[in-house]
């Protein structure tokens, strides 16, 4: 069963605990944005995971140095993943991978800003991550012409265990799952819902179908 993943890029943890909190019946793993973690920092993460102890904890830190360093902070936070960009070297996500089974945890490796996503992929997932996300950050998806179908396409060549980020929505979570992902992340697609909890139900029974 492919894993619903929110990315909260809300700023304020208060918010982003109620928005987990009318999702959480369909989400798999409960991503802090990036920014959320800037804004709220360490206790951000542990006050998410006290919310919802029984979900998967993703904290977005896209870490691109002192990868171990960064990942006992995420992990002695609460966090049960941390984000570490693929665009680093290897020895940052090799540190990371060290502090990720000293705890029990998992390094998920973001492709953001990789010009070779799957190659690196495939690299991230020898050094010891549990899966790697192909991502297209905020940015790269305001750009003119982007589509996700390069990120669908890239996920059915990957042969290792990958995610997808950057505009999954009720129009593309289909074709995502379709592409053989471990988990689907949408953030925007949710956060930004007239009614999150509706959006999340349906993007799960999607992946359900
Ligand atoms: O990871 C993200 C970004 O870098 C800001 O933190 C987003 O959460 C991710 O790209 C999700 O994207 P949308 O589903 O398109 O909101």
């Given at each position: 069963m492919v894993k619903l993943q929110v990315a909260i890029d809300l700023l304020k943890i208060e918010d982003a605990i109620a928005l987990a909190t009318k999702v959480a019946p369909y989400i798999d793993i409960i991503e802090l944005g990036t920014p959320l973690i800037k804004s709220e920092g360490l206790s951000g993460i542990r006050k998410m995971?006290?919310?919802?102890p029984d979900k998967l904890v993703l904290a977005d830190f896209k870490t691109a140095?002192?990868?171990e360093?960064?990942?006992?902070m995420a992990f002695?936070?609460?966090?049960d993943y941390i984000t570490i960009l693929g665009a680093t070297g290897d020895s940052t996500i090799a540190g990371a991978v060290k502090s990720a089974k000293a705890h029990g945890k998992g390094v998920v490796v973001d492709t953001i800003g990789v010009k070779d996503r799957v190659k690196r992929a495939?690299?991230?997932i020898a050094l010891g991550a549990e899966f790697v996300e192909l991502h297209a950050g905020l940015d790269e998806q305001a750009e003119e012409g982007y589509s996700i179908q390069v990120l669908i396409d890239e996920a059915k060549t990957a042969g290792v265990s990958v995610s997808i980020a950057g505009g999954v929505n009720l129009s593309s979570i289909t074709a995502v799952k379709e592409s053989g992902v471990t988990v689907a992340v949408a953030g925007a697609a949710i956060y930004g819902a007239e009614d999150p909890a509706k959006a999340a139900k349906e993007l799960k029974e999607l992946l359900l179908a």
């Open positions: 995971k006290d919310a919802f140095d002192a990868g360093l960064e990942a006992d002695g936070a609460g966090a495939q690299e991230a």
